[in-house]
């Protein structure tokens, strides 16, 4: 995709980028300590294929939870919403994205919503395909075809780094699975799941899944319907609900952009019916979220009216 350098976006992310050094890069999953804090990108991708940025677009990282919202959109389409959510709720838990708290008080254990852990691997679980291998590629070129670009694949060492010390996830799953809400073999659910979480792209990719969300599932470009536009509807719900975890509030109030964050850095924004945004700056606030990313949407929503609210 071609995109051009923006001087608008350049004075913004040359603002944000001093919050950077009040931010750490995660360091649970090894892997990701290699990022560097100091990195602030960001891509703008319109419906008539224009698309703006600033800062170093073209580098990598790895989705993270923004896989969430789009897993989610897979399965809703593999299994229909009402099966979706006899398996995951759809309510915000004001806890950390990785908590197990709330699972041991709801009867039955079923997780509050998609985008915490819990859900997630609930969804991930969902997911349809003969094999465990088959169900990974599915949801991989599912992501080719929403970011138009068959050459994306997952980092390797990010995935096996998390496959190592995904204990805490292990550990959702064993709780789930004790209480019959998933039935397959953990270890296999972790494999996928950290495959999927490991899956690479940059912020022009982002910004391009991002406006498949924005324009109610179109595909832009082939005026295809790839996510059915009540799928679409519901994923964006979800990442203004619950796509900061415990800070969505805050975000909804602040900025009022749905938006999908990942401990990478990555932030994936949809503004419904005008552009998708990508965002990555790794160095993290407290609650996993990208401290700079989310000082570049505030100015962004805030210099040009973005709040859907
Ligand atoms: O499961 C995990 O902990 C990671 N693979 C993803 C968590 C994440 O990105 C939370 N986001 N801000």
Redesign the pocket.
């Known amino acids: 995709m071609l995109c051009k350098t923006n001087e608008e976006l350049n004075a913004l992310v040359k603002e944000a980028k001093s919050f950077t050094s009040n931010g750490k890069v995660a360091d ?2 090894p892997a990701l300590r290699k990022g560097n804090p100091s990195n602030l990108s960001i891509a703008i991708n319109y419906p008539d294929g224009l698309c703006i940025s600033a800062g170093d677009v073209e580098k990598k990282f790895t989705l ?3 896989s969430k919202v789009i897993s989610l959109a897979l399965v809703l389409i593999d299994q229909g919403s009402e099966y979706v959510f006899d398996h995951v709720g759809m309510e915000p838990t004001g806890d950390p ?2 908590s197990i708290a709330k699972l041991e008080s709801m009867i039955p254990a079923k997780p509050l919503n998609p985008m915490i ?1 819990a859900g ?1 691997l609930v969804v991930t679980h969902m997911l349809k395909g003969a094999t465990v291998s088959d169900r990974f590629d599915r949801l991989l070129g599912f992501v080719q075809e929403l970011a138009d670009d068959t050459s994306i694949s997952f980092n390797k060492e990010v995935a096996r780094s ?1 496959v190592e010390t ?1 204990d ?2 292990r550990a959702l799953c064993y709780f789930l699975k004790q209480h019959d809400i998933i039935d397959e073999d953990v270890e296999e659910l972790i494999d996928i ?2 495959k999927q ?1 490991a899956i690479e792209m940059n912020c022009l990719h982002l910004a391009r899944i991002g406006l498949v969300f924005a324009m109610d599932g179109i595909d832009p470009d082939s005026g295809k319907q790839i996510i059915p536009k009540e799928y679409a509807r519901i994923c964006k719900t979800f990442m203004v609900t619950c796509g900061m ?1 415990n800070a969505s509030g805050e975000f909804a109030i602040k900025i009022g952009i749905p938006a999908k ?4 850095g990555g932030i994936m924004g949809a503004v419904p019916g005008r552009f998708g945004i990508g965002i990555f700056g790794p160095a ?1 606030d407290d ?3 990208s401290i700079a990313g989310i000082k570049l949407l505030e100015m962004l929503s805030n210099n040009y009216k973005l709040s859907m609210f």
């Open positions: 649970y999953i993270q939870s923004v994205f990785n852990n997630a998390e995904a805490l996830n799941y950290t979480c975890y964050s990942g401990v990478a993290l609650k996993g979220n």
